[in-house]
């Protein structure tokens, strides 16, 4: 009788560990355990500040393009200011170029040049003068001197004149016209900085989710790039599910996946999007200890969060594949 007891356990032994070594599937099906996980986006200013207004808080619901966020922008505006009165000078410079010489600076410069002219003139009549006096003895040497002198001067400056009055008659250099076409260029870029810096400080929201985090307030002084809140995309979240190689034959993009969460009466339906080429580690948060030593595969089973079940860390179930004997 006790080794009719005894051989009745051994068998009831090798059945609950036969049970446990298949416990990866599930009536011909794969079974997985695995995550919630959802698209995370950290929101965040290029440019620091004062954080003026934050107007979201967690767990309000937000489209692409509202307002999370809005930075001081004071110093930036007198900033542009200044910016643009010097793109509007330079500007202005350009211009002036471009027309070339006014009139009226060339009737200048001629009657300037008529002046000297007549005044070399006069100084040549002199001189001659006072050397025809000098050879008859009435004109002293230092009076012929400072007649020479004061014509060497005004030859001088009919010279200068005349180089005047031709740099004006030709206008501006090509390379004058040039240059002052990059400081516009430089003038409008510094402006154009400063606007994008602007605009820089109102963060909005790229994609509709959910404020999953609020990490800074109003009234802090943010650096730049400092994260402002986390958005999460809880309309499209994925089970992240651990398959070993011998199961993985069995799985294709595209396959629908029953996946059960905790507390959820009903199954739920998603479908695979990803089967990673490369095996890794089980991860210790899915699999029993010793089975973490085997290779798994990483699938990702996208769902639909319609219902707002799925929030990112939830446990949940996969059942890959149709039961034995059962037709799709």
């Not at 996980?37 to 929101?43: G, I, K, S, Y």
């Not at 070339?100 to 002219?117: F, I, K, M, S, Y």
């Not at 040549?124 to 040497?141: M, S, V």
Request: glycine share 8%; hydrophobic share 40%.
């Amino acid at each position: 009788m006790r080794s009719k007891h005894l051989a009745v356990l051994s068998l009831l032994a090798l059945a609950l560990a036969a049970a446990a070594c298949g416990g990866n599937e599930d009536n011909g099906r794969i079974h997985a355990s695995g995550h919630i996980e959802a698209t995370q986006v950290r929101l965040a200013s290029k440019v620091g500040g004062s954080l003026l207004e934050a107007p979201l808080q967690e767990g309000d619901a937000v489209h692409a393009g509202d307002l999370v966020a809005r930075l001081d922008t004071a110093d930036a505006e007198h900033e542009l200011a200044r910016a643009r009165a010097e793109e509007e000078a330079a500007d202005a410079r350009l211009r002036l170029l471009l027309k070339g010489t006014r009139v009226e600076d060339l009737n200048r410069a001629e009657q300037q040049l008529a002046q000297a002219q007549a005044e070399l003139d006069n100084a040549n009549r002199d001189l001659d003068r006072l050397e025809g006096l000098a050879k008859r003895g009435t004109a002293t040497e230092k009076a012929r001197d400072d007649a020479r002198t004061r014509k060497e001067v005004a030859g001088r400056q009919v010279s200068a004149l005349h180089a005047e009055l031709d740099k004006l008659t030709a206008g501006p250099r090509r390379e004058e016209i040039e240059a002052a076409r990059a400081q516009r260029a430089a003038a409008a870029a510094a402006v154009a900085g400063i606007q994008q810096r602007i605009s820089e400080a109102t963060v909005v929201a790229p994609r509709d989710g959910v404020i999953t985090d609020r990490i800074a307030e109003p009234g802090e002084v943010l650096p730049p790039g400092a994260p402002i809140a986390v958005l999460t995309d809880l309309a499209h979240p994925w089970l992240n599910a651990y398959v070993d190689e011998p199961s993985l034959s069995r799985i294709k993009l595209g396959d629908s996946v029953e996946v059960r969460a905790d507390g959820q009466p009903k199954p739920f339906v998603g479908k695979v999007s990803y089967i990673s080429p490369e095996a890794e580690f089980t991860p210790k948060n899915v699999q029993t200890p010793e089975e973490r030593a085997k290779l798994v595969f990483k699938v990702k089973v996208a769902l639909d969060n319609s219902s707002g079940v799925f929030k990112p860390g939830m446990p949940a179930d996969a059942y890959f594949g149709q039961p034995i004997g059962s037709s799709k």
